[in-house]
């Protein structure tokens, strides 16, 4: 079966010691779970895509947001994760396959699966899982390489779309 791993919003801005406090994800335990699934999947053949949120660099963006602004260091691949390769697409919604050229990679390749790790577990893990689903194509999460800061409350909600959408973890 032909898989790709999405390694999702693994950046500097969510992960490095300058965070914002609201990123209160554990770091060390992520990135290991993150750079474990690499080497795996990169060892097995399969295609290793990283992705990155991306905000207008714009006076108004970094007063509202302060975080992943185009062009800054925060907005890199964190520096502790592993690269493996240069597939690497940049989205500025929370579905990563809005980005036409990885859709149209992931279409031309014919992954039978992706395979979705990485921030937030029920923000843009969870839409890049639904959007592929709206899609035809079929998307797994993986529970060791996921992390989420989300409120029980929005949590909730998301996993009963992630249900009703029979997009499974593994």
């Given at each position: 079966?032909?898989?790709?791993?999405?390694?999702?919003?693994?950046?500097?801005?969510y992960l490095?010691?300058?965070?914002?406090?609201?990123?209160?994800?554990?770091?060390?335990k992520?990135?290991g779970?993150?750079?474990?699934?690499?080497?795996?999947?990169?060892?097995?053949?399969?295609?290793?895509?990283?992705?990155r949120?991306?905000?207008?660099?714009?006076p108004t963006?970094?007063?509202?947001?302060?975080y992943?602004?185009?062009?800054?260091?925060?907005?890199?691949?964190?520096?502790?994760?592993?690269?493996?390769?240069?597939?690497?697409?940049?989205?500025?919604?929370?579905?990563?396959?809005?980005?036409?050229?990885?859709?149209?990679?992931?279409r031309?390749?014919?992954?039978?699966?992706?395979?979705?790790?990485?921030?937030?577990e029920?923000?843009?893990?969870?839409?890049?899982?639904?959007?592929?689903?709206?899609?035809?194509?079929?998307?797994?999460?993986?529970?060791?390489?996921t992390?989420?800061?989300?409120p029980?409350?929005?949590a909730?909600?998301?996993?009963?779309?992630?249900?009703?959408?029979?997009?499974?973890?593994?």
């Amino acid at each position: 079966m032909k898989t790709a791993l999405i390694v999702i919003d693994m950046q500097n801005d969510y992960l490095w010691e300058k965070r914002k406090s609201r990123f209160s994800y554990d770091t060390p335990k992520l990135v290991g779970a993150v750079n474990g699934l690499i080497r795996r999947y990169a060892a097995e053949g399969s295609d290793v895509i990283y992705i990155r949120h991306i905000i207008q660099n714009l006076p108004t963006n970094r007063l509202l947001f302060g975080y992943s602004i185009a062009g800054t260091e925060g907005a890199a691949l964190y520096s502790g994760l592993e690269k493996v390769s240069d597939l690497c697409f940049d989205k500025l919604v929370g579905d990563a396959l809005t980005n036409r050229e990885l859709l149209e990679r992931v279409r031309a390749e014919g992954y039978e699966e992706l395979h979705l790790c990485g921030l937030d577990e029920f923000g843009c893990v969870a839409n890049t899982a639904l959007g592929a689903s709206k899609r035809g194509i079929t998307a797994r999460i993986l529970r060791e390489g996921t992390a989420t800061v989300m409120p029980e409350g929005k949590a909730d909600k998301m996993k009963a779309k992630l249900q009703a959408a029979k997009i499974e973890y593994i």
